[in-house]
Structures are given as structure tokens and as C-alpha cells.
Nanobody, 115 residues
Framework: QVHVAESGGGLVQPGESLRLSCAAS????????MGWYRQAPGKQRELVAI???????FYADSVKGRFTISRGNAKNTVYLQMNSLKPEDTAVYYC?????????WGQGTQVTVSS
């Protein structure tokens, strides 16, 4: 059974940085696409950034220039480097891996940006 787990969330002040990590275990396949999503209280879950097999990337306009998604050397690992964090980045951040049309989600990690 595939298990996806995020880590690295926490409480930071505006302007600071955080690095989120995601790793999937129990899979014999490689996710073609991995991505980060977030959900703030009272809002729908939204795409933050995705990375494909050719390392092509896509970012939400709200995080372009501040966030960077990258794959790790280990299979099915992905990172999200978040710089210049703003209070509006506060949310639960979820990692997702996709393989042949099936999505595998993690449980999420809380990121809070507050002074």
C-alpha cells in the first residue's frame, strides 16, 4: 500500500522561509507527476506547484518567484522551498503523487505565517 507523508511545516514570521518534504513509501512505480497543494481555513484546496517526469514545473501565480518545487534523488520524493512567506500562505500543505490516473495524497502539514 502506498503511503505519502509530508514534513517540514511550522510557525514562521512573515518574510522567513520553510522547506517542505514529501516522500512516498510502499510503491513499486514512480509517480509521473508530484505536486503540492494547500487548503486555508474556509477555502477550497488549491494547487501550489507541480513537477513532471521531465522536471517541467508549474506554479500558481500567488507563489511564483517565491516557491520552488524540486524532486529528490530518492524515488517519489519532492520538496517545496518556500521563501518570503506571507500571512496569506498560511494553510495545510498537501503532497500528491500521480500514477496512471490515480492520485495518492498525504495527510498534510500545517504552515502558519504570523508575527
Amino acid at each position: 500500500q502506498v503511503h505519502v507523508a509530508e514534513s517540514g511545516g511550522g510557525l514562521v514570521q512573515p518574510g522567513e522561509s520553510l522547506r517542505l518534504s514529501c516522500a512516498a513509501s510502499g510503491s513499486i512505480f514512480t509517480f509521473s507527476v508530484m505536486g503540492w497543494y494547500r487548503q486555508a481555513p474556509g477555502k477550497q484546496r488549491e494547487l501550489v506547484a507541480i513537477i513532471g517526469t521531465g522536471d517541467g514545473t508549474f506554479y500558481a501565480d500567488s507563489v511564483k518567484g517565491r516557491f520552488t518545487i524540486s524532486r529528490g534523488n530518492a524515488k517519489n520524493t519532492v520538496y517545496l522551498q518556500m521563501n518570503s512567506l506571507k500571512p496569506e500562505d498560511t494553510a495545510v500543505y498537501y503532497c500528491k503523487g500521480r500514477h496512471l490516473g490515480d492520485d495518492y495524497w498525504g495527510q498534510g502539514t500545517q504552515v502558519t505565517v504570523s508575527s
